[in-house]
């Protein structure tokens, strides 16, 4: 089973965010120049919150929001989060039973990294491949 470190070492660890009262727009500007769906929000080194297109769609649909709202009134809190021991499939669960898409990575309460959905369904594929492969392989070397 793959951990979480693993995966961060396979993937660049630039972890980008914006404040509490940073503005809607300031935060899609970043997200859309990195090309990235989400940026955690940090107020005095610590996360209190989430924000991603997900979260901006949303409330732009019902018309709550203007360009300038700040980031406070629409991030997602509190943020659950993975430490780098913790198992790809740990975080499949995590982010499936809450329907989240983003997922920090902390370290003695330090922000190491963000993974995404795509990021762990790709890890996961790749080790069933290998199992697969492995399988495969088995069965031939008995077959003979």
């Known amino acids: 089973m793959g951990i979480v470190r693993?995966?961060?070492e396979d993937k660049s660890c630039q972890v980008w965010y914006v404040t509490p009262s940073s503005s809607v727009l300031?935060?899609?500007?970043?997200?859309?120049?990195k090309r990235i769906g989400a940026v955690v929000v940090v107020e005095g080194g610590k996360i209190v919150g989430i924000f991603s297109e997900r979260d901006f769609a949303r409330k732009a649909i019902g018309g709550q929001i203007t360009m300038q709202t700040p980031v406070r009134?629409?991030?997602?809190?509190?943020?659950?989060y993975v430490t780098p021991?913790?198992?790809?499939e740990d975080c499949m669960v995590l982010m499936t039973q809450h329907r989240f898409r983003h997922l920090p990575v902390l370290e003695n309460d330090q922000l190491i990294g963000i993974i995404s959905i795509g990021d762990v369904v790709k890890r996961l594929l790749v080790e069933k491949d290998a199992e697969?492969?492995?399988?495969e392989d088995y069965i031939w070397v008995n077959m003979i």
Do not use: F, R
């Open 6 to 8: 693993q995966l961060l």
């Open 26 to 33: 300031e935060a899609l500007k970043l997200m859309a120049e």
């Open 132 to 135: 697969i492969k492995s399988l």
């Open 85 to 88: 021991d913790q198992t790809v």
């Open 73 to 80: 009134e629409i991030m997602v809190s509190p943020v659950y």
